[in-house]
């Protein structure tokens, strides 16, 4: 099973990171794409991955930082994949919710996130909370169709232009407790989509309110077989073939 989208970088795990990767390990997780945010959590993914090989980092700069700063500690992040082998390029993508970070400079940085990874031939994790239009925009100027909208909570028809564009869906416990986004799941096709957990944040609904962990990504899985009206290792087995289709999971074997 791989979780593809998690934040083991964050510091709510600082005290009991070994004991969440054995419960990830028996959940039978063999693979965590394990996303920065920022420059130093970004770095931190790099140095997690040295200790656990199953951890495969991803490194970018999160739109709810501040953009304008961040568009000059962008170059940190090119730095760190010109020096170390990372998996995909993010968390990047718009933030039009919580609107940290004037729009324009989001726009901005998204951009230079895409150009990074068309030169290093890198897919792409896409934050996309209440932006799902502008980044369609975005990607079809920019012409690079290799990724994931992550978190998807998007509209059925926002799905399919997504999907067109050659992109995958990523869903978490979010599928768990919105209707919404459990109607639209039903309606897509199960080659384009991936289970994540996004750990710590949005656990599933047995653990609402409480730290997310990738060892609960067993319970959206079951949760999502449900409703599909397939049996769990059917769909992990559709969903791990997805990741390992996205992410070149075949390059990592050998780490």
Known sequence: MVDTHCHLVDPQFNRDLEDVLKRAEHAGIDKIINAGYD???????????????????AVGIHPNEAAEQSLVEMGGITDIIENNRV???????????????????????????????????LPLLIHNRNSIDDAIRILKEEKYHRGVFHCYSGS?????????MGYFLGFGGILTFSRQTRDVFKKLPT?????????????????????????????????????????????EDI?????????????????
């Open 87 to 121: 998996c995909a390029v993010g968390e990047t993508g718009l933030d039009y919710y919580r609107d940290f970070s004037p729009r324009k400079a989001q726009r901005e940085l998204f951009r230079k996130h895409i150009n990074l990874a068309r030169d290093k031939n």
């Open 191 to 235: 080659d384009r989509i991936i289970l994540e957990t996004d750990s710590p944040f949005l656990a599933p609904t047995g653990h609402r309110g409480q730290r997310n962990e990738p060892s609960y990504i067993l319970e959206t899985l079951n949760f999502a077989a449900g409703t599909l009206e397939m049996l769990p290792e059917r769909l």
């Open 156 to 164: 059925y028809e926002q799905a399919k232009l997504i999907l067109g």
């Open 39 to 57: 420059v130093s959590t970004s770095k931190i993914a790099i140095d997690q991955a040295k200790r656990y090989e199953w951890l495969l980092p």
């Open 239 to 255: 969903i791990d073939a997805n990741a390992k289709k996205l992410f070149h999971l075949e390059e990592w074997e050998n780490v």
